[in-house]
C-alpha cells in the first residue's frame, strides 16, 4: 500500500473502543481524510492521544486507501506548537468557531491547497499575535 506525507490540521477525533480513536484530519495533500488510530489511548503508545487534539497542526505520513474507507496513519508530529490558542480562551473559541467556518466550506473530500494554506497561516496568526480583535483577519 502507498504511503503519502502531508500537513494537516486536526478538525475532531472520536473515542473508538477502548484504546483507539477516528480522527478527521484535513490535509493539505488529500483533503479532507479520516483515519483510524489503534492504541492510542493506551498508556504504552508512542504517540499520545493529546496530539489529536482539534486544532493542533500536523506533518503526518499516512497509508493511501480507498476513499470513503478509514484510512492509518504511519508516523505523525507537530509541525507548528501553538504558544497562545491552548491556553487563551478567547483565542481557542476564535479558533474554533474558524475551523467550524472551513469545515462547512469544504464540499467535497478533494484537496484545495489554497483552502489550507489560508486556514492554517490564519491559525498560526492568531496564535502569534500579540493582540486579538474581535475583527480578526
Same mark, same amino acid.
Given at each position: 500500500?502507498?504511503? @503519502?506525507?502531508?500537513?494537516? +490540521?486536526?478538525?475532531?477525533?472520536?473515542?473508538? #473502543?477502548?484504546?483507539?480513536?477516528?480522527?478527521?484530519?484535513?490535509?493539505?495533500?488529500?483533503?479532507?481524510r479520516s483515519?483510524?488510530?489503534?492504541?492510542?489511548?493506551n498508556t504504552k503508545s508512542k504517540t499520545g492521544a493529546?496530539? @489529536?487534539?482539534?486544532?493542533? +497542526?500536523?506533518?503526518?505520513?499516512?497509508?493511501? #486507501?480507498p476513499q470513503?474507507?478509514?484510512a492509518r496513519i504511519k508516523e505523525i508530529h507537530f509541525d507548528y506548537v501553538?504558544?497562545?490558542i491552548n491556553i487563551h480562551v478567547v483565542r481557542s473559541g476564535m479558533a474554533l468557531f474558524m475551523l467550524e467556518i472551513a469545515r462547512n466550506a469544504l464540499r467535497n473530500d478533494e484537496a484545495d491547497p489554497d483552502?489550507?494554506?489560508?486556514?492554517?497561516?490564519?491559525?498560526?496568526?492568531?496564535d502569534a499575535s500579540e493582540q486579538i480583535?474581535?475583527?480578526?483577519?
Open positions: 500500500m502507498a504511503t @503519502y506525507e502531508s500537513k494537516g +490540521i486536526i478538525f475532531r477525533n472520536i473515542k473508538y #473502543g477502548e484504546s483507539s480513536i477516528i480522527c478527521d484530519i484535513y490535509t493539505e495533500e488529500k483533503g479532507l483515519f483510524i488510530v489503534s492504541g492510542v489511548r493529546g496530539i @489529536y487534539r482539534p486544532l493542533h +497542526i500536523v506533518q503526518l505520513t499516512a497509508y493511501d #486507501g470513503g474507507k478509514l501553538y504558544h497562545h483552502l489550507f494554506r489560508f486556514v492554517r497561516e490564519s491559525l498560526i496568526k492568531l480583535s474581535p475583527l480578526f483577519i
